[in-house]
């Protein structure tokens, strides 16, 4: 179906917003896991199998989505499902060597290899090298000390050393951590005021929260009760937290992960089912039936699984997209954008200053940018107060930007988090530490441009991010001779690719033309249509010219931005500032 097809009224979901084709990782994960706590299985376990092995690259570790490069919390969802599915995970011996490369200095670990350590990609790690790979962790003494720095004053633990807040998510993330490394081995931390601290976060509803300014939570009551259980002890109030928890129960079987937010889904129900059995409370059969049942519902024809009925399962990026191309071309969408634009401000939860990948997950800051750059062109907008706090608390002590809160710092995700305060209107000087910024940028450069890590090799996605992001923070002279020289990377079928002879692809030539459109820069627009007649199929829109499918909406999104752009010599099109 062609991107614009897609974006018919008649097409969206129930929810009033759209959906990517594809199951998603974490809800995959999430639904095989409560169901292998509850002795189920999926309806169609050989489907989620084939999808996740789908994820898995050269490398031997796995991606979130096909094509992207491996990172360790996309390999501990993969290979913790297909254990739990029963299927091994293919070729051990290439993902060890991976994850080997993923260990830091420091003593930590990193999401990917050359990028600083945080605590998520801590837990990830040591848990696909004891439990998946069956196989010591290296250097326990050197993790116990990373860890160790990361604990508070107040005795809660934070993201890594020197992160601003604790948070009981972190908590969970090192204490099970440690377990996996060094099974009984005495904690590194002052055990007794890290588990007090968490103890804290426990308020007078008897729910959990992730930290003292923050709500109770079905996330937080798992992640908390877990983490105590891993130190020896538990919740100061058991009982209070089993009627919170009970109380989160909906009619059909499911669980809603705060009071009053209404809608079931996945997380949700590994959340519950997970607390419950960390109390040691059992769930009867009938229960883990209709809990079965309403986890099995999430599953997709042939696929793996997304977080709700897939009817109602609707995620910022696609939505984004959708709002976005109805503003390109009125005619051909819905005819008012009033239910997307309800969809993504919706995704701007009460509890999250940033938008949602899907309503009840964390806040990630390139969805937040596409929905800030989808609701500006039908001249619509969020909150901007609350999204300009919730940047600037994203910020890593590094200076760089995760995808979310305590993830470690990448350059896609710091360039996002300057673009969406600039597209909302906010500057980010009054919002960032802009010399901190750019010492992030200056750790991922090289001679001949910029990797999406610091130490990665460079890329010309990067390259043309970080040339927009030095002209927002007004280094404007360096940030033209970058681009400027992006030009030279245009090959002969006039598109430009990831490497200075790699096959052009639409992703990497839509942030050269953006970063050329941005800072006034010549575009040759001959090439690019040479190189989007390619890349068109049908009225869609393929990722590469080597593919003869339409790659769906997000595609669809920056190939027709760019068509618009390429059918006048005059260039009057002013691309979006989209980031993947």
């Known amino acids: 179906m062609s991107p614009m097809g897609q974006m018919s009224p008649t097409t969206l979901l129930a929810d009033g917003g759209a959906r990517q084709g594809e199951a998603d990782l974490w809800c995959s994960y999430a639904a095989v896991r409560t169901l292998h706590w509850l002795g189920k299985k999926p309806a169609r376990p050989e489907d989620v199998i084939a999808f996740l092995r789908s994820r898995q690259n050269a490398d031997g570790g796995f991606a979130w989505q096909r094509g992207l490069p491996s990172d360790v919390w996309a390999t501990y969802y993969c290979a913790q499902a297909l254990g739990d599915l029963g ?10 060597g991976w994850l080997a490369d ?38 326990v003494e050197a993790l116990g000390g990373w860890l160790a720095a990361a604990q508070h004053a107040d005795g809660g633990l934070g993201w890594s050393p020197g992160s601003r807040t604790p948070d009981v998510r972190a908590g969970y993330y090192g204490a099970l951590a440690w377990r996996a490394a060094a099974g009984a081995a005495p904690v590194p931390w002052h055990a007794q005021a890290l588990s007090g601290w968490l103890r804290d976060q426990q308020d007078t509803t008897g729910g959990f929260r992730f930290s003292p300014t923050s709500h109770p939570c079905a996330w937080a009551a798992f992640r908390a009760v877990r983490a105590l259980d891993a130190l020896g002890t538990g919740p100061r109030e058991p009982d209070a937290l089993r009627r919170w928890l009970a109380d989160r129960r909906l009619p059909g079987g499911g669980y809603e992960r705060w009071a009053g937010y209404g809608r079931a889904d996945v997380w949700s129900a590994f959340s519950v089912v997970g607390a419950l059995q960390t109390l040691g409370d059992p769930i009867g059969p009938a229960d883990r039936a209709t809990i079965a049942d309403q986890v099995r519902g999430c599953q997709l024809p042939e696929s793996g699984f997304t977080y709700t009925e897939p009817g109602r399962a609707g995620d910022s990026l696609a939505t984004a997209a959708v709002t976005i191309l109805a503003a390109l071309r009125p005619a051909a969408g819905p005819a008012s954008p009033e239910s997307t634009v309800r969809w993504l401000r919706g995704a701007h939860l009460p509890y999250e200053d940033g938008v949602m990948y899907m309503p009840g997950r964390g806040a990630e800051v390139r969805c937040t940018l596409w929905a800030v750059e989808a609701l500006a062109a039908v001249g619509e907008s969020l909150d901007t107060g609350r999204l300009g706090r919730w940047i600037r608390g994203l910020q890593n002590t590094d200076g760089g930007f995760g995808y979310w809160l305590g993830r470690g710092s990448d350059l896609v995700s710091t360039v996002s988090a300057v673009e969406a305060l600039a597209a909302a209107g906010l500057d980010p ?44 923070l007004g280094e404007g002279g360096p940030a033209r001779e970058l681009g400027a020289g992006l030009a030279q990377r245009s090959g002969p079928l006039g598109g430009f690719g990831p490497s200075p002879r790699g096959l052009p692809d639409l992703l990497s030539t839509y942030q050269a033309v953006l970063t050329q459109r941005t800072l006034g820069l010549p575009v040759d627009l001959d090439g690019l249509r040479r190189f989007l007649a390619k890349v068109r199929v049908g009225s869609g829109f393929a990722w590469s010219p080597l593919s003869r499918q339409p790659a769906g909406l997000l595609a ?15 260039a009057p099109s002013r691309l979006l500032r989209l980031n993947l």
Not at 87 to 96: F, G, I, K, S, T
Not at 556 to 570: F, K, N, R, T
């Open 102 to 139: 993923t260990r830091t200095a420091d003593g930590g670990f990193a999401m990917t290899p050359g990028q600083g350590a945080d605590i998520w990609a801590v837990y990830y790690a040591t848990r696909v090298q004891r439990e998946v790979l069956g196989r010591p962790v290296p250097e």
């Open 87 to 96: 299927h091994p995970v293919p070729d051990p011996d290439r993902l060890a």
């Open 556 to 570: 669809g999104c920056l190939g027709e931005q760019l068509a618009a752009l390429a059918a006048s010599d005059a």
């Open 429 to 472: 000087a009054d919002w960032t530490d802009v010399p901190a910024v750019l010492r992030f940028l200056a750790n991922c450069r090289h001679q001949d441009g910029y990797g999406p890590v610091p130490g990665a090799e460079p890329a010309l996605a990067a390259t043309a991010q970080a040339a927009r992001v030095l002209d927002l």
